[in-house]
């Protein structure tokens, strides 16, 4: 059995400093409010560096307290965190009501186990549902009182939702369902723009915590299997994120930065 964990529990270095804002002299995201649920570590990070660099505020959650303080400071005064856990309501609820105004909303945050039907107990076998799929369901919920009309949600799924990747078919079905969501969710929020990024294998924060044998292992059929014969990095990611934040006519839709992962 395999497990995958992209919540921020675990201790991690120290995070890099986010470009100034002043490195880019006009962008969408300028002074706008950008909320990341899983801004700690990874893709989450990666996102909220480009948007203090694009000029916008971000307000980052999460479980831990001391990463998230580490990243916000890393990040600089347009940086602000709350603790939340994704997968209680009450908590959700309590993190979005001081909050004015969400201009652009990103929820990486998650935390689940992968594995064949058959090994897997019911409770891991559920898990990416109930944190990944109903995490970010319920974390949409809550902002939407808050979302500006203009404004986004970029929802996280993963290249396992048209390809599985061995045997994980729960995995692969909350990936799918997760991309069945930001349509849905698209037509009903509208004028609020939905998308999804679906990420395949990352040389990041995830695979970063896991041995190197099994890294290196996963990382070899990985590269395989694309059309690119690469890896991809979690500010790859980011640029897909800050894409759809940005893009006006973009809704409904689901981006895929597997390096053609999902072709083969």
């Keep these: 059995m395999s497990t995958s964990d992209n919540s ?10 986010a470009p100034a804002a002043a490195s880019v002299p006009y962008s969408p995201l300028a002074d ?3 909320v990341i649920l899983g801004g700690g570590s990874g893709m989450g990070y990666a996102v909220a560096r480009r948007s203090v660099a694009h000029g916008a505020r971000v307000m980052l959650g999460g479980r831990t307290a001391d990463r998230l303080a580490a990243a916000a400071e890393a990040l600089g005064e347009r940086a602000s965190w709350r603790t939340v856990d994704t997968t209680d ?6 993190f979005f009501a001081p909050l004015e105004r969400v201009d652009h909303l990103f929820t990486p945050a998650a935390s689940y186990q992968t594995g064949p039907m058959l090994e897997l107990d019911d409770e891991a076998a559920e898990s990416p549902f109930t944190s990944k ?25 993963g290249a396992a939702s048209v390809r599985p990747f061995g045997a994980a078919p729960a995995y ?3 990936n799918a369902a997760v991309e069945g969501l930001g349509r849905g969710l698209a037509v009903e929020l509208a004028p609020v723009r939905v998308n999804v990024v679906s990420p395949g294998a990352l040389d990041g924060d995830l695979w970063g915590r896991r041995p190197a044998e099994v890294r290196e292992e996963g990382f070899a059929r990985y590269r395989d299997a694309t059309v690119l014969g ?8 980011a640029d897909s994120v800050v894409f759809l934040f940005g893009n006006g006519n973009m809704t409904g839709s689901t981006l895929y930065p597997d390096g053609g992962y999902a072709l083969r």
């Design 133 to 157: 799929f109903w995490g970010q369901y319920y974390a949409v919920k809550h902002a939407a009182p808050k979302l500006a009309r203009d404004g986004s949600v970029v929802l996280v799924s």
């Design 172 to 174: 692969a079905a909350c």
């Design 230 to 237: 690469r890896i991809g990095t979690e500010d790859e990611v």
């Design 8 to 17: 921020d529990t675990t201790t991690a270095p120290a995070p890099a400093p």
């Design 89 to 94: 309501q009450e908590s959700l609820a309590a």
């Design 32 to 34: 706008r409010t950008v």
